[in-house]
């Protein structure tokens, strides 16, 4: 088997986990860091060659990207004080905790050596949080603060990263340089992010057409990712920062079908990138063992060591944490998302599992130091980051789903139906109101105006039947179902119309492209009578 081959089984894995997953209850990337583990232990899969100054950036830019889609600015804004708590203030303390113990357990390690370590164990993964949690039911405001620490963490642990690396290589470090790059990188990182922003969007009404629009989408995190880490800013930062600036300002409500499009189209892009990374992390075992070799017993006490700081430190943060940030909590703060029970919390905690991340960060950790002398314990860093990797990820992965439902943490169903509720209200009378404008300058038929009505009436209904009483929902219900008929036997015709098309295109002397032309014209009809 060579890489190519390895990379096809990976894809093909990041879709057959999916259904296994939802079928065994265990998360989708846990499944493919096991798969990865095995491939790495079967003689004949070769080992990987990517280099690790790539991984982040063929990696975590479609992914940070498809997990920014499913956010806004405002949210983010809303959430502000807990995401600084996490993102910011906790990727501080894990890196000083780590950086604490690590020279006790690795006798002799430089401080910066220490603090590298620390930085690039500290943040846990968007990607699994997000993946593993959002398949479980938690409420909303728990996956919008987990979402909110994992997209904005590792911009933290990044620049802390590079800090402490550059200091052990050279064997100098400042720390007013250190804070000043850590501030120079975000703003450059959110400059370029807007301006790559602004461009996109203007090239997005040039282009016009979906699939380009949805082309150009696919390009737009990386060039912002480096573009950004070019003028030593913070990639993650830059990626952020221009999806929710496309989100913001560069989507069309009537664009029904390139939306329909984009949605599905990053739906992939995630799964199959989210796939390959985190069997990406199993694959690479194979160094973990090799920097074990020999030193089996101290490495794994070392490693044992790092984990229990990093998880105890999570937790230990987030109990006063989370009572800070609820005593903070006023009436006001309508839009923040806050923990509101210690089973929240603790799901919070359990739910801090290292990734894709700190995997590139490891295995970035340069051979030697500007003198040439190897750079301190690198094999043993390489160890106990992928011991902490592997522990939070596979441990804490799968017995999250058990956690979740021993504490009974389920999602608010109440006030989604809500807020379901006001928005088919509101799409109600939108609806109402832009109709009696119409018939303000058109003079419409009784009959078509009463259907009308109709129609704008049930469009609320059919998102939220609760907008009607008993009586009426019946009604109602019963129109449905007469219209739910009529739809299965127009989707019968339609699909015979569409069969007879597509075996036309076998037919001699027909045009393929005037054929697919034809069919492409059903499709669409048929997505609009569905």
């Not at 080992?47 to 949210?75: H, K, M």
């Not at 017995?399 to 504490?407: A, F, H, S, Y």
């Amino acid at each position: 088997m060579d890489q190519l081959a390895l990379l096809f089984v990976l894809l093909l894995g990041s879709l057959i986990m999916v259904p296994v997953g939802d079928r065994l209850g265990l998360p989708a990337p846990v499944l493919m860091t096991l798969a990865g583990i095995l491939l790495a232990v079967l003689p004949f899969v070769p080992n990987v060659n990517i280099p690790p100054e790539l991984i982040l950036p063929l990696v975590l830019p479609p992914l940070l990207y498809a997990s920014a889609q499913r956010t806004s600015w405002r949210q983010f804004a809303a959430n502000r004080r807990p995401i600084f708590l996490l993102a910011v203030a906790l990727v501080f303390v894990t890196t000083a905790a780590v950086a604490a113990v690590a020279p006790v357990v690795v006798p002799g390690l430089p401080v910066a050596a220490a603090v590298a370590l620390g930085a690039l164990v500290a943040p846990p993964d968007p990607v699994a949080a997000t993946a593993v949690a959002g398949s479980l039911g938690l409420p909303r405001r728990l996956i919008s603060i987990l979402e909110g620490e994992g997209l904005f963490n590792d911009v933290t642990a990044i620049v802390l990263y590079h800090v402490a690396v550059a200091a052990a290589v050279s064997g100098t470090f400042s720390a007013p340089e250190a804070a000043g790059e850590l501030v120079l990188s975000a703003v450059v990182a959110v400059l370029v992010g807007l301006a790559l922003g602004w461009v996109a969007k203007k090239l997005m009404d040039v282009l016009g057409d979906a699939t380009l629009q949805i082309g150009l989408t696919l390009l737009v995190p990386f060039v912002a990712y480096v573009v950004a880490e070019e003028l030593k800013g913070s990639g993650v930062l830059a990626v952020l920062t221009i999806s929710l600036f496309l989100s913001e300002y560069a989507t069309d409500a009537d664009d029904v079908l390139g939306r329909l499009a984009g949605h599905t189209f990053w739906e992939v892009v995630d799964t199959l990138v989210t796939g390959v990374a985190f069997g990406l992390i199993g694959l690479e075992l194979h160094h973990v063992l090799g920097a074990a070799s020999g030193h089996w017993r101290q490495l794994v006490g070392a490693g044992a060591v790092v984990v229990a700081v990093v998880v105890g430190v999570r937790l230990f943060w987030l109990l006063p944490a989370a009572w800070l940030t609820r005593k903070l909590h006023r009436k006001r703060d309508v839009g923040e998302e806050i923990l509101v029970s210690w089973q929240e919390t603790v799901v919070m905690w359990w739910s801090g599992m290292r990734g894709v991340v700190s995997v590139a960060l490891a295995l970035a950790i340069p051979l030697a130091r500007n003198d040439g002398s190897p750079f301190p314990a690198r094999d043993r860093l390489l160890f106990i980051a992928f011991a902490v990797i592997l522990a939070t990820l596979i441990v804490q992965g799968l017995t999250l789903p058990w956690l979740v439902k021993r504490l009974g943490v389920r999602s608010d169903t109440g006030a989604a139906h809500a807020l379901e509720r006001e928005l088919a209200l509101r799409a109600t009378k939108a609806a109402k109101r832009r109709l009696i404008e119409i018939e303000e300058v058109v003079d419409l038929p009784e009959d078509l105006s009463e259907l009308l009505h109709r129609r704008a009436f049930e469009l609320g209904v059919r998102i939220s039947p609760d907008l009607v009483d008993e009586e009426r929902r019946e009604a109602h219900a019963q129109r449905v179902e007469r219209l739910w008929m009529s739809q299965r036997i127009l989707a019968e015709m339609l699909s015979a119309a569409r069969h007879e098309v597509r075996a036309a295109r076998n037919e001699p002397g027909a045009d393929p492209e005037v054929v697919d032309r034809v069919l492409r014209h059903l499709d669409v009809r048929s997505l609009r009578a569905g």
